[in-house]
């Protein structure tokens, strides 16, 4: 019993190796926008919500699209959107028109090897930030994200 959970631990350890954790501080990193423009995420970053699923894209961008433009930078807030996973294809000609439908930026990951946030099934990812370092990791739903930004 010992040894499967000690194996356990090692590969939930090895899995999240290089994921973002509480108490890290995430240095500055930039995304592109729905527009192919470079953003940077740096310490002036108080919130980042992430989505890895076409749903909670949906009810995040459906929030989000709520709110006035200027919505996310009043908060110091960035909305990332990991779509590695969806077909290039897919990308071009239906995602991407969109996308840049909406009012509000939506950084991209393109990268399947990006592994920097971690995820939820059918949940938002949140991460409260003070001056770059990561304060606290949350899973939302979009009933909950409200409250994110009270």
């Keep these: 019993m010992k040894k499967t959970l000690l194996a356990i631990f090692m590969f939930s350890t090895l899995l999240f190796a290089n994921s973002f954790k509480v108490g890290e501080n995430i240095g500055t990193f930039s995304l592109p926008n729905q527009f192919d423009e470079k953003k940077s ?27 006035p433009k200027e919505f996310l930078a009043l908060h110091n807030a960035v909305f990332i959107a990991n779509i590695s996973g969806m077909p290039s294809i897919i990308t071009k000609l239906f995602a991407m028109p969109k996308m840049r439908e909406y009012k509000h930026s939506i950084l991209l990951i393109y990268d399947e090897e990006d592994d920097r946030f971690v995820k939820e099934d059918e949940k938002t990812t949140i991460y409260k930030l003070e001056n770059g370092v990561i304060k606290s990791i949350s899973y939302v739903t979009a009933d909950e994200l409200e409250k994110v930004f009270e």
């Excluded at 909670?56 to 709110?67: C, D, Q, R």
């Design 41 to 67: 995420i740096n310490s002036d970053v108080k919130l980042i919500l992430v989505s890895f699923e076409k749903d909670t894209g949906k009810e995040v961008n459906t929030f989000l699209a709520s709110k």
